[in-house]
């Protein structure tokens, strides 16, 4: 692969980043998912990566024996690693190595044609194999930004959560660590941004003697998880083994706020959405109320449902929004929206 094809393949990838997140009204310009992506592979910056993919390996011409002893590049890049410089004999012996600091040579000589040549060695990292009792955790450059954050987090006094606190420092131009910042919430954003993806599925499911049973829309992570999700929709999950899919994916969909705000404004959703929160409160209390013996206290606790419910819906859509994201998960809240309101389409697709 080119260097110029490596490159352009980061910036393809830095690019597919941006726009994703600019479908969930996330600004996160190319050149900051290029910083990302240098991050999460270890480089303090963009620049430095580029440095490493742009750098020319020279390929030297391959080695034969007539042209006489190897040339240093030819020597390291041969294909037996331990050999004569000479004649490429592997019938070879070494001396002990001694060591200088952070380079190392062994004299070595050839049993075949009594070439003797000294090889050199030079430090190129370690590999930590054991902390020591005490030993401070070995940190990637994002870890440690984080951390720097958390320190300054925690010695600011502030009620904020610790992401909302590095929200607003990153959009303070005045923050002390506004770069640190900004590049938290990117990795923050992709990272809610992809949690937030699962699959969505046209699927048609029939009995095994081909007799039709239902069709529509449902989601999964899977086909085989939508595939068991949409048979316990439509009331068949008893019989799923037995069962005849005829499957569509229709691509990846985003169970973010913003996403499921949009699809259920498109879909103009008002006074059903308020039906639903008051159904799925109650849904979450049903084990309590009925482990209660006395109809009074369970009449209470059925009470305080309907005005939790009541003071979610005051809130808004948004409100609404978030109240099932924390009781449903991302599959779950898609399928039910789907068929609780029958809604038309899908959240945002990628």
């Known amino acids: 692969m080119t260097q110029n094809k490596k490159v352009e393949q980061v910036k393809a990838a830095a690019k597919r980043m941006s726009e994703r997140c600019a479908m969930m ?43 006489g002893a190897m040339t240093v590049e030819q020597y390291l890049t041969h294909r037996k690693p331990n050999c004569c410089p000479r004649c490429g004999s592997e019938d070879i ?12 040579t062994q004299e070595c000589g050839c049993n ?30 994002a870890e440690k930004e984080e951390k720097e954050l ?35 919430v990117e990795r923050l954003n992709a990272k809610l941004l992809l949690d937030s993806s699962t699959n ?20 999964g992570d899977n086909q085989g998880d939508a595939q068991a999700a949409f048979a316990e929709t439509v009331g068949v999950r008893a019989d799923y083994m037995s069962l005849q899919f005829v499957v569509e994916k229709l691509g ?6 913003e996403a499921l705000e949009a699809w259920l404004r498109r ?26 013996g006395s109809a009074h206290v369970q009449q209470a606790l059925l009470d305080d449902a309907d005005a939790q419910a009541a003071n979610i819906n005051n809130g808004g859509m948004s409100a609404q929004i978030e109240y099932l994201l924390a009781v449903y998960s991302k599959g779950e809240l898609l399928r039910l929206l789907k068929t609780a309101l029958d809604l038309q389409g899908t959240p945002k697709q990628a």
Not at 200 to 219: L, N, P
Request: contains cysteine; aromatic residues 10%; negative net charge.
């Open 25 to 67: 009204g996330i600004e996160l310009a190319q050149g900051q998912a290029l910083e990302m992506l240098a991050a999460e592979r270890g480089f303090e910056n963009w620049h430095a990566y580029l440095a490493e993919l742009t750098t020319p390996a020279s390929k030297p011409r391959k080695w034969k024996k007539m042209d």
């Open 93 to 104: 012996e070494g001396d002990e190595v001694n060591i200088d600091g952070r380079t190392a």
């Open 112 to 141: 075949e044609c009594e070439t003797v040549w000294e090889d050199k060695y030079q430090l190129s990292g370690y590999a930590l194999l054991s902390d020591g009792l005490g030993a401070e955790p070995i940190l990637t450059i």
């Open 150 to 184: 958390e320190e300054a987090w925690e010695g600011s006094g502030i009620s904020l959560s610790f992401p909302d606190w590095v929200r607003e420092a990153a959009n303070d131009q005045n923050h002390v660590l506004l770069d640190t910042a900004k590049r938290y």
């Open 200 to 219: 969505a599925y046209e699927m048609a499911v029939y009995h095994s003697d081909g007799r039709f049973i239902a069709k529509g829309t449902t989601f």
């Open 252 to 257: 990846i969909v985003w169970a973010t706020p």
């Open 267 to 292: 879909n103009r959703v008002s006074d059903a959405l308020d039906d639903l929160i008051y159904d799925a409160v109650q849904a979450q209390g049903l084990p309590v109320v009925n482990e209660e």
